[in-house]
């Protein structure tokens, strides 16, 4: 017989497909198994493939123990679309001709489960281990992370103390400027005491022009000297009594201008002096706190960032470490699993070449069959003899590395 799939365009799904999967017991117990999950109400999974099986539809009906029929997943053969059912059952006539240790695929499915299980098994705890180590240097990073923070926020709060420290100074400097508008005031005492001083003197030359204007009325009254004597006396009396008031009060006012001048220059001297002391000796502290300050926390930082980079460096050489064995494990599978796919593709060309080699001697055997007057018809101990030549060179094909 000859038969021909539909879906051509997917050779690689039906490669994959041409595998069947693992046989688990009889064929009557996996269909009983399903039966009783589906008329139980429970999941159900197809007796053939293992997919899981829709529920029983609320009306009732037919339990089935395989998947419905779907030409797009196996394809044709003839007219009969090929289904799980249809599989089972070939599967099963194979198994009662050749007995249930012969494999119906290119590579014993069943040993490379076996194997792959045993893979995973060896490989859940590496990436459990991967994944614990990702995490506790993840849980490093995240600390040596905060403890920066830490330390650049103790960096900005000494920059802020400089800040402070800064605006101290430019206050001290602002009390300097007030020092000088208080000896600006000073001076303009003084200028109001100098205009005094002029006041003073234009009192004095008021008080001349009075003395000549007597003296010019004495004249006038040359007549009446005799009488005028007293007021004349009186009134040079009160001329040099003027006179001697005018030259106490010029004096006095010329004394305290310069006492003035003099207290201005040493009040000025020493605020000057004391100010800049102040705020020299006052700079020079907060300079030095500020300096001891700085280089306390520059010192635990730079002392933090090295015990963090020490310890990150030796996670990480642990990590590394605990890494190297686990790559030359992955390294012996990975070599493992392309000797079985080596071997699996080997014995893949030898059972295609076994079928070429049986499809001749079917063709041969036939056209001899058909041809009585050239060749006499092929018993079927000839047949045999060269199924076992075909299967014997095939054994020597399997064994030849």
Same mark, same amino acid.
């Given at each position: 017989?000859?038969?021909?799939?539909?879906?051509?365009?997917?050779?690689?799904?039906?490669?994959? =497909?041409?595998?069947?999967?693992?046989?688990?017991?009889?064929?009557?117990?996996? =269909?009983?198994?399903?039966?009783?999950?589906?008329?139980?109400?429970?999941?159900?999974?197809?007796?053939?493939?293992?997919? $899981?099986?829709? $529920?029983?539809?609320? /009306?009732?009906?037919?339990?089935?123990?395989?998947? $419905?029929?779907?030409?797009?997943?196996?394809?044709?053969?003839?007219?009969?679309?090929?289904?799980?059912?249809?599989?089972?059952?070939?599967? #099963?006539?194979?198994?009662?001709?050749?007995?249930?240790?012969?494999?119906?695929?290119?590579?014993?499915?069943?040993?490379?489960?076996?194997?792959?299980?045993?893979?995973?098994?060896?490989?859940? $705890?590496?990436?459990?281990?991967?994944?614990?180590?990702?995490?506790?240097?993840?849980?490093?990073?995240?600390?040596?992370? *905060?403890?920066?923070?830490?330390?650049?926020?103790?960096?900005?709060?000494?920059?802020?103390?400089?800040?402070?420290?800064?605006?101290?100074?430019?206050?001290?400097?602002?009390?300097?400027?007030?020092?000088?508008?208080?000896?600006?005031?000073?001076?303009?005492?003084?200028?109001?005491?100098? /205009?005094?001083?002029?006041?003073?003197?234009?009192?004095?030359?008021?008080?001349?022009?009075?003395?000549?204007?007597?003296?010019?009325?004495?004249?006038?009254?040359?007549?009446?000297?005799?009488?005028?004597?007293?007021?004349?006396?009186?009134?040079?009396?009160?001329?040099?009594?003027?006179?001697?008031?005018?030259?106490?009060?010029?004096?006095?006012?010329?004394?305290?201008?310069?006492?003035?001048?003099?207290?201005?220059?040493?009040?000025?001297?020493?605020?000057?002096?004391?100010?800049?002391?102040?705020?020299?000796?006052?700079?020079?502290?907060?300079?030095?706190?500020?300096?001891?300050?700085?280089?306390?926390?520059?010192?635990?930082?730079?002392?933090?960032?090295?015990?963090?980079? #020490?310890?990150?460096?030796?996670?990480?050489?642990?990590?590394?470490? *605990?890494?190297?064995?686990?790559?030359?494990?992955?390294?012996?599978?990975?070599? #493992?699993?392309?000797?079985? *796919?080596?071997?699996?593709?080997?014995?893949?060309?030898?059972?295609?070449?076994?079928?070429?080699?049986?499809?001749?001697?079917?063709?041969?055997?036939?056209?001899?069959?058909?041809?009585?007057?050239?060749?006499?018809?092929?018993?079927?101990?000839?047949? =045999?003899?060269?199924?076992?030549?075909?299967?014997?060179?095939?054994?020597?094909?399997?064994?030849?590395?």
């Amino acid at each position: 017989m000859t038969g021909q799939h539909t879906d051509s365009s997917e050779a690689t799904a039906e490669d994959t =497909r041409r595998i069947p999967p693992a046989r688990r017991g009889s064929r009557d117990e996996r =269909r009983e198994a399903t039966v009783r999950a589906l008329a139980a109400g429970e999941q159900a999974y197809c007796a053939y493939c293992g997919s $899981p099986l829709p $529920p029983l539809p609320p /009306k009732g009906g037919r339990p089935t123990a395989y998947c $419905p029929a779907d030409a797009d997943r196996y394809g044709t053969w003839g007219a009969k679309t090929i289904t799980c059912a249809m599989l089972d059952e070939h599967r #099963e006539i194979w198994v009662t001709v050749y007995g249930a240790d012969q494999p119906m695929t290119e590579l014993d499915v069943h040993a490379l489960d076996e194997r792959l299980t045993a893979a995973r098994t060896v490989l859940d $705890p590496v990436r459990a281990e991967l994944t614990a180590l990702h995490n506790h240097v993840t849980g490093e990073l995240a600390a040596a992370l *905060s403890a920066r923070r830490v330390a650049e926020e103790q960096r900005d709060g000494a920059v802020a103390a400089a800040e402070a420290a800064r605006a101290e100074r430019d206050h001290a400097a602002a009390e300097a400027e007030r020092a000088r508008e208080q000896a600006a005031d000073a001076r303009e005492r003084q200028s109001a005491a100098e /205009k005094q001083a002029g006041e003073a003197l234009a009192e004095r030359d008021q008080a001349l022009a009075a003395r000549d204007a007597a003296n010019r009325e004495a004249e006038a009254a040359h007549a009446d000297r005799q009488r005028a004597l007293d007021q004349a006396a009186a009134a040079q009396q009160r001329i040099a009594e003027l006179q001697d008031t005018l030259a106490g009060e010029r004096a006095a006012a010329l004394e305290r201008l310069d006492q003035l001048r003099r207290d201005e220059e040493q009040a000025r001297v020493e605020l000057r002096t004391t100010l800049t002391e102040q705020w020299e000796q006052r700079l020079a502290t907060q300079a030095e706190q500020f300096t001891r300050r700085q280089h306390e926390i520059q010192t635990v930082a730079d002392q933090r960032i090295t015990d963090l980079t #020490e310890q990150l460096t030796r996670s990480t050489e642990h990590y590394a470490a *605990s890494l190297a064995p686990l790559h030359d494990q992955l390294a012996t599978l990975r070599r #493992e699993v392309a000797e079985r *796919s080596s071997a699996a593709a080997n014995a893949a060309d030898q059972l295609a070449q076994l079928r070429h080699d049986l499809g001749r001697l079917i063709d041969t055997a036939t056209a001899e069959g058909t041809d009585p007057t050239t060749h006499p018809a092929t018993d079927d101990g000839a047949l =045999r003899q060269r199924l076992r030549a075909l299967l014997d060179a095939g054994a020597e094909r399997s064994d030849t590395p």
